[in-house]
Every structure is written in structure tokens, then in C-alpha cells.
């Protein structure tokens, strides 16, 4: 079988030093992207253990899978958790959520606990849709735009890219920065167009990195006009695997004139959104028992 | 929230937006509406579940053309229905 140069890898994660057991509360949120699913455990509010998976052609069974392999090697069970909250694609798909809350509202939560209450705006860059999202000190959503009319700046447009040129997907972007002069942007960012004419651009000659530089910068500037809408203010930060290649970063930095602020070593940007819903989940369930 | 249904592609701008605080959840801008374009929905803000009008999926990627009967007039019906002036229009065609 030949290599699959989109293939990027799950895993899990459990934070160090840390007993459950010692939790009053227990609660996760599960997010269901189009290309990835993200399950998250947080004990009392704080990052306990997560799972990025990738989405298969059932929701529920891709839920199931990211939440199995999160309690790995935790000792924990499904029923310890005492409340679940699904986001994303397939949220409505989340067998074991006790209630589902849109990825936009999860999205800003989470980069508010990941970043601080100094985070604005907000990218998240996921699989097959970009969203870009202000919020206030609370992380609370103020304004909010989505695009999923294509795959224009999207994960899904950079696999294809990585399968089309073989490149690792983890090295597209630092290859797309070693080009001594940046190329012009490829002139569509729509995945199909853009690939045709990635392949003319080879046959001409162009190295891979060139390519992929007219790819990135393309992304860039797509995603760029998302921001223009909400107006972006700092501090602004980037969620989703996108944030993972700094081709696209470094490139939507310089239209924008000022940084995203940097990836934290204890959070995967990818968990952003599943991180916001553990933490409504804490919220709902506490207002639940005090109901009660 | 401000919540911005709509795109801009090579074709221009073309976004309608719903503020979820001033929305009361009437349904006056579903029923102006003549091509279905909105309908009502359930918004969590704050923990409570809110209803707010919002732009139906299936026209949410194609309002440039589910829009076009109603422009150019400066305030389609939708706008004009709203009383609490919770609907805007951004139409910038290039």
C-alpha cells in the first residue's frame, strides 16, 4: 500500500499527577468534527485526559471510540462521569451526552481556558469549516461567522495537498517556509481548482515547497476575509489542526499585522472545542443538582 | 451574539445578521420572509436554551440567490417585520 502522506496521528493524553478519584466532579465533552473526534475528562473544572481521533463514517461510533480510548489507562468508567456534553458535526450523534451545545460557543469557552480571558477572537480552523468568533472576558460569544461553503481553509483542502506532493502532513508547513521568495498565491482556494492548478504548477517545474508556499498563502488570505467580518482584535488565537501548520500561521499573522498567540505546551488546539463542552458540562450539571 | 449567516466569495458580500439579545423569538421575520429563508431555532446563551431566528441550513451557503427577489430594496421584509430591529443585511455585489 502506498504511504498516506494525509494520515496525522491519534493519541491520547493523561495530565500528570493527577487522581480522579480526589474529584468531586467529573465531566467531559465530546466533539465530533468532520475529520477528527475529540473526547475531553476534566476533573473540577480542569484538564484531566483527552483522546483526537479520526471521524468515521458513523458519529456515534467515532464518539464512542475517542471517549473509550480517553479513559484508557485512567481506571475510570463511562458512568463516572457525571455529565457529557457533544459538539461539533455530529453532536446530535453522542449516544452517552446528556445534551448537545454548538461548536461555536464550545470553541470560545475553550480557547478562554486554554489562553485566558485576554482571547477575543478566536479561529478555529477545523476539518471541513472555518469559523471565526469574538467573545468577551467570560469567553461568552459576542459575534460569529461561519464558513462551511467549501473546503477552502480547511484541514481537508491541506490532506489533499499533502497526498497530492507526498509530504508528511506535519512538515507541510515549515516546507512551505523555506522558500527563498514567497510565490504569488495559487488564484483559487477551492480544493478541486486548486489542485488542478497545483499540478500545472509542478509540471512547469516549481519545487513542492513553492507549491505548497501558493497553497498556504492562499488559505491564508481565504480565511483572512473571515476575520475582516467580525473584526479581528487581539488577542487572537487559533484553534483547530490548522493551528498545528505554521505555513498558514505565519502567513495570516502578516495579512492580519500582528500574532496569534502561541500553541501552549499542555493544550493541543485541537481539543479546544471538547474542553469548552466539559466545562458547560460542569456548569449544567452543577445548576442540575442545585435544581434538585 | 451577532451571528453572521452568509459569504463572500469572487461575487461579493452577502450576509444576513441576527443579534440573538435583541431577538425575542416572535417568528414575525420567518412568516415575512417569501422564500423560507428563516426559520426559528434553539440557542443556548448563558446555560438557558433561547429561541432566535436564524438562517435555514439549506440557504445558509446560497443567500446571494434566496435573497435576490427582495433587492434591491433598502429594507426587504424581513428587516421591516423585525420590530426589536434585530436584522441587518450586509449586499455588497462586486
Not at chain 1, 249 to 271: C, H, S, W, Y
Not at chain 2, 57 to 85: D, G, L
Amino acid at each position: 500500500m502506498s504511504k498516506e502522506f494525509w494520515r496525522w496521528p491519534e493519541y491520547r493524553r493523561t495530565v500528570p499527577g493527577k487522581d480522579w478519584k480526589n474529584a468531586e466532579v467529573v465531566t467531559a465533552g465530546v466533539d465530533i468534527g468532520s475529520v477528527s473526534s475529540k473526547a475531553v475528562i476534566m476533573t473540577d473544572g480542569e484538564l484531566y485526559a483527552y483522546s483526537i481521533m479520526r471521524t468515521g463514517s458513523s458519529s456515534p461510533d467515532s464518539a464512542q471510540k475517542a471517549m473509550d480510548r480517553a479513559l484508557e489507562e485512567t481506571g475510570m468508567k463511562l458512568d463516572d462521569i457525571k455529565y457529557t456534553v457533544g459538539t461539533g458535526y455530529g453532536r446530535v450523534n453522542v449516544p452517552f451526552a446528556n445534551r448537545a451545545i454548538t461548536e461555536i460557543a464550545c470553541h470560545a469557552r475553550g480557547a478562554n481556558y486554554i489562553w485566558g480571558p485576554k482571547v477575543r477572537t478566536v479561529l478555529d480552523m477545523g476539518g471541513q469549516d472555518c469559523k471565526a468568533i469574538h467573545c468577551d472576558e467570560r469567553g461568552k460569544v459576542t459575534a460569529f461567522l461561519m464558513n462551511d461553503k467549501c473546503a477552502a481553509g480547511t484541514g481537508r483542502g491541506m490532506e489533499v495537498f499533502a497526498d497530492l506532493l507526498s509530504v508528511p502532513i506535519e512538515e507541510v508547513g515549515p516546507m512551505s517556509l523555506s522558500v527563498d521568495k514567497e510565490p504569488e498565491p495559487v488564484s483559487s482556494t477551492c480544493v478541486v481548482f486548486a489542485k488542478s492548478e497545483a499540478v500545472g504548477l509542478l509540471r512547469k517545474g516549481w519545487p513542492k515547497n513553492m507549491v505548497l508556499a501558493a497553497y498556504c498563502s492562499a488559505m491564508a488570505n481565504r480565511v483572512s476575509e473571515l476575520l475582516e467580518k467580525i473584526k479581528v482584535e487581539k488577542e487572537f488565537v487559533i484553534t483547530g489542526g490548522i493551528a498545528k501548520n505554521i505555513g498558514v500561521v505565519k502567513r495570516l499573522e502578516n495579512i492580519i499585522g500582528f500574532k496569534a498567540l502561541p500553541i501552549q505546551e499542555k493544550f493541543d488546539p485541537m481539543t479546544a472545542g471538547s474542553i469548552g463542552a466539559a466545562l458547560f458540562a460542569k456548569a449544567l450539571y452543577e445548576r442540575s443538582a442545585k435544581s434538585t | 451574539m451577532i451571528v453572521h449567516y452568509g459569504y463572500k466569495d469572487g461575487s461579493g458580500e452577502y450576509f444576513i445578521s441576527v443579534d440573538t439579545d435583541k431577538c425575542n423569538g416572535c417568528g414575525d421575520c420567518v412568516e415575512a420572509c417569501p422564500a423560507n429563508v428563516l426559520e426559528m431555532t434553539t440557542m443556548m446563551i448563558d446555560l438557558e436554551d433561547k429561541l432566535v431566528a436564524a438562517v435555514t441550513e439549506e440557504h445558509r451557503n446560497k443567500i446571494k440567490y434566496s435573497c435576490a427577489p427582495c433587492k434591491p430594496e433598502e429594507t426587504p421584509p424581513c428587516v421591516s417585520a423585525c420590530k426589536q430591529a434585530a436584522i441587518t443585511h450586509t449586499w455588497k455585489p462586486q
